[in-house]
């Protein structure tokens, strides 16, 4: 286990030239003499370390930067200003020794062969990241297994439905035993069973090789299953750098009590929590604050001809929105 | 541009003309929005049509005459398969490879909802009006090789010439329609499409240098005899009566057939659409 | 491209000597090739029928250039330039081999492949990407020579060639098609790599595939153009990727001009790859700046 992180940014920063244009014929000529462009910054003075074997979570909402961080320590994009080190590496600088140690998974991307089995495409992913047939055997049975792809290995990758084809191209971009992986919103199109699929496979994968990742996503379920740290970013910078729990407590302060309830007509649920809405048929939502969950409950149960009953996490999308308006900096 | 004459008795076909001019204008703004794009594709139209005529240029280089036809002449036919080109690149094609997309993918719907001859409409749709810079420049060719020439042109024949180039355009149209036309059925027609592309080249020269086999193919296969040397015929006094019958009764007949097939296949299109 | 760099597993070799290295290199770098190269084959016999139309189509442009260029021989009394009707067959007809395996990733494909992200999806590949060109359109050409043999049948007995080479002119045509298949592969590359730093590429591509027309030896024999454009051609690549292919079979041509054509290939193929290892470190980078 090596002291020096396995990432490290420093005062990173990516700014893009964008053009301009306006409607109407007459602006449409002016265009073609003069070009004009505004400068949009994507990410500003984004700083952290990430240890070996961690697993990080970004989140953030669209158009955050997460995605253009992830780019730029894959080596795709160059920053504006700042540094970063990968393993060592200046990730822009593709070294192929880099290389053949990352790994960046995006949900829509295709890298196996899109005509031949899934197989021949591992074949030649051996013979891209040169690797040792023991070793290559190895990894690949494994992760064929795990991902549950035996019956599925000699069908060309056309054929496969979208779930099928996001296990194989992962399995695909793991063979290489790259001891950092990059994913990028890896479980978004996938039903509930496939994502939880991936979820488990890269704890695993983390676990057992002790890589490190970085993963962006919209889906908490992606987060809370994997990541004990999250990130929170937006407009470029990091508003929240820590703990998923902390994240949690310190921001995802409320829950939502779901209850079907028998109620006379015009009865209200105040007492029980800060707010209670009404959602038509016998169903109530009821905002409580987390200490008090356990104990709303119990009344309700007690005190309420209660149907059916649900707690439900504020969605993520609120939990940042909190963050950013209490314009929180990292601890 | 057209523009519909208020006495037509036809409501429809005016307001199809409307439509074509208006499809028309709305497709010139649009290609302004794009910098540079005109000097571009004028550049480009220059570049095809010179490697055509440098390739003319060798054969003057080493003959002056080629079965036939005289060195003006030969311009005058080079000249016209521009002007052909241009008109079937600008006006024919944009909407026949629309046309073939939109039936492989299946959206040919938006065309058949509107209260518009469905034929008139998927064939007005696109136009890509920069290439028909070519038939400019096909027509001082063409221009250039008749002041050259020393056979005597009259006002008949001009007059031939300008109605065998619109029966030639509509001959080109029904064909285009019938390849399109055969994507209802086959739905991938693009290697077809190449090959016609290909075959298209023949019209460069005289249809008469051609191996019989050839000849008999680029007149009744891909029409290419009628849309382009005969026209170059009646500007160099070869035309004799029966072609130019000929020309109008193979127009006539490919109008009729495309027309029936577009149909055919439209119902099939109908019933199968998903 | 790639640098020396050994497996990432332990092996049971220690350090590898320098030639060790190279060795290794090399042998990846072969393996890699032979699959891509199988790959394409399998890929490319899939869509069999298209392949044919498209090659039929393509042979229309040289049996009219055959066409007009015999019946200039014929009224000129049986030859004109050297070339009688019958030469000008064999020309034509082993020109339509030579276009086929001329045919390379097209520059215009560069566009689409920063679109859709398949430039980025190589980019993060420890292997450089004119590989995965050169090895698919090499693996297509075998499918493409198996499915010219019936054309070439059929225009051999439309056309009445003809042709007598000698062995070592068949060795040094055989050779000269991989070479003229590597010249063009890198020059196009090169040409293709443009759409990094701008869109507006497509003039760019007419202007050189139109000089390309003129000075290979495509649109007639090099020997019946003016000596201006022969001199031109010399010292520019297109003709070592058609009009000399062509040519060393087809002849006239002696063995000192077959020898001087090799090493005009080889030439050009050193002076394509260094243009292509220097646009490609510098448009990565505009690239990796610009975001794609």
Redesign the interface.
């Known amino acids: 286990m090596t002291q020096r992180p396995a990432v490290k940014v420093q005062s990173l920063r990516k700014a893009f030239d964008v053009p301009v244009r306006q409607p109407g014929l007459k602006a449409s000529i002016g265009a073609l003499f003069k070009r004009e462009t505004r400068e949009v910054v994507a990410v500003d003075e984004l700083n952290f370390e990430v240890g070996a074997g961690e697993v990080v979570g970004f989140l953030g909402p669209n158009g955050a930067g997460k995605t253009t961080s992830l780019k730029m320590l894959a080596g795709l994009l160059h920053p504006s200003s700042g540094t970063a080190e990968v393993l060592g590496y200046t990730p822009w600088q593709r070294q192929p020794a880099y290389l053949r140690k990352m790994a960046l998974i995006m949900g829509n991307r295709n890298q196996l062969q899109w005509d031949l089995p899934v197989l021949d495409s591992f074949e030649l992913v051996r013979s891209i990241y040169r690797l040792p047939r023991q070793q290559f055997t190895e990894t690949r049975d494994e992760m064929i297994a795990l991902l549950e792809l035996g019956p599925l290995v000699d069908k060309p990758v056309r054929n496969l439905s979208l779930g099928e084809r996001m296990k194989a191209e992962i399995a695909g971009a793991l063979l290489h035993l790259p001891a950092v992986l990059f994913l990028d919103e890896p479980t978004i199109g996938l039903d509930i069973t496939m994502q939880k699929r991936i979820r488990t496979f890269v704890a695993e994968y983390n676990r057992k090789q002790g890589a490190t990742v970085l993963l962006t996503s919209h889906y908490m379920a992606d987060v809370q299953a994997l990541c004990k740290r999250v990130i929170v970013i937006d407009h470029g910078t990091v508003l929240f750098d820590g703990g998923l729990q902390r994240l949690a407590d310190e921001f995802g302060s409320t829950k939502t009590i779901v209850a079907r309830l028998d109620v006379a007509d015009g009865a209200t649920l105040d007492t029980y929590g800060r707010s209670a809405t009404n959602r038509g048929d016998g169903t109530w939502s009821i905002q409580v604050t987390r200490s008090e969950v356990a104990e709303v409950t119990g009344r309700l149960l007690a005190e309420q001809a209660v149907v059916d009953l649900t707690i439900e996490d504020p969605p993520i999308e609120d939990v940042i929105e909190r963050v950013f308006s209490r314009g929180s900096t990292p601890a | 541009m057209t523009r519909p004459s208020p006495g037509r008795r036809d409501p429809d076909r005016a307001s199809s003309l409307r439509l074509a001019a208006l499809f028309f204008r709305v497709g010139a703004q649009n290609e302004l929005q794009y910098r540079l794009n005109f000097v571009v594709q004028l550049l480009q139209s220059i570049l095809g049509v010179a490697a055509g005529l440098v390739g003319l240029a060798v054969v003057f280089a080493h003959t002056n005459n080629l079965g036939g036809w005289s060195r003006p002449q030969l311009l005058v036919v080079m000249g016209i398969f521009l002007m052909m080109n241009g008109i079937t690149q600008a006006f024919i094609q944009p909407s026949m490879n629309l046309l073939i997309a939109d039936i492989q993918k299946g959206t040919l719907d938006f065309p058949l909802t509107k209260p518009v001859d469905a034929q008139v409409l998927v064939s007005v749709r696109s136009v890509d009006i920069w290439q028909a810079a070519d038939s400019l420049i096909g027509l001082i060719i063409v221009i250039v090789g008749l002041v050259q020439q020393d056979v005597a042109v009259h006002l008949v024949d001009v007059v031939s010439f300008v109605l065998l180039m619109l029966m030639g355009t509509v001959t080109i149209y029904c064909f285009w329609l019938m390849l399109a036309s055969t994507a209802f059925w086959l739905i991938k027609t693009d290697e077809m499409q190449e090959l016609f592309q290909g075959l298209y080249r023949t019209g460069q020269y005289p249809v008469g240098i051609y191996p019989g086999w050839l000849r008999y193919g680029i007149t009744f296969v891909v029409p290419l005899a009628f849309a382009i040397t005969v026209p170059a015929e009646a500007l160099t006094g070869r035309l004799e009566h029966l072609a130019l019958v000929g020309a109008a009764g193979l127009t006539l007949a490919l109008l009729v057939i495309s027309r029936l097939l577009w149909r055919r296949g439209l119902k099939r299109y109908g019933g199968a659409s998903s | 491209m ?2 020396a ?1 050994p ?3 332990p ?1 049971a070799e220690t350090e590898p000597g320098r030639f060790r290295e190279f060795r ?1 290199n090399a042998s ?1 770098l072969w ?2 090739y032979t ?2 190269m199988r ?1 394409a084959i ?2 490319q016999f ?1 869509y069999r ?2 392949n ?3 090659m ?6 040289p ?2 250039y055959l ?3 015999s ?2 021989a014929r ?2 009394g049986g030859s ?2 050297g070339f009688t009707a019958g030469t000008f067959a064999a020309y034509y007809i082993v020109w339509t081999l030579v276009r086929n395996i001329n045919i390379v990733f097209t520059p215009f494909g560069w566009e689409q492949r920063i679109k859709d ?1 398949e430039l ?2 190589l ?5 450089h990407p004119i590989h995965r060109d050169l090895a698919f359109f090499a693996g297509w050409k075998v499918i493409v020579i198996i499915l010219w043999l019936p054309i070439a049948a059929a225009l051999t007995l ?1 056309f009445h060639p003809s042709l007598s080479p000698t062995v070592w002119q068949c060795v040094v045509f055989f050779l000269a098609l991989w070479g003229a298949y590597l010249i063009r592969s890198m020059f196009l590359w090169a040409l293709g790599l443009i759409s990094l730093w701008t869109t ?1 590429v ?2 760019i591509f ?2 050189y595939f ?1 000089a390309e ?2 000075l290979s030896g495509r ?2 024999p090099l020997t ?3 000596k201006l454009v022969r001199s031109l051609a010399g010292v520019l690549p297109f003709q070592s990727t058609f009009g000399f292919p062509i040519t060393a079979l087809t002849g006239p041509i002696t063995d000192t001009q077959l020898w001087h054509g090799l090493l005009t290939q080889l030439l050009w193929i050193v002076v394509g790859g260094l243009i292509v290892k220097l646009m490609w470190r510098r448009g ?2 505009r690239f ?5």
């Open positions: 790639i640098t760099e497996a990432s597993a092996t290794t990846w393996r890699y699959q891509f790959l399998i890929t899939q029928a298209a044919y139309f498209y039929i189509g393509m042979i229309a442009e049996v009219v066409v007009v260029w019946t200039i009224t000129n004109i330039g992200g980025s999806g980019l993060l590949q420890p292997i439309i507006r497509s003039a007419q202007a139109m027309l003129l649109l007639v019946l153009m003016p990565i980078r990796a700046s610009v975001g794609g």
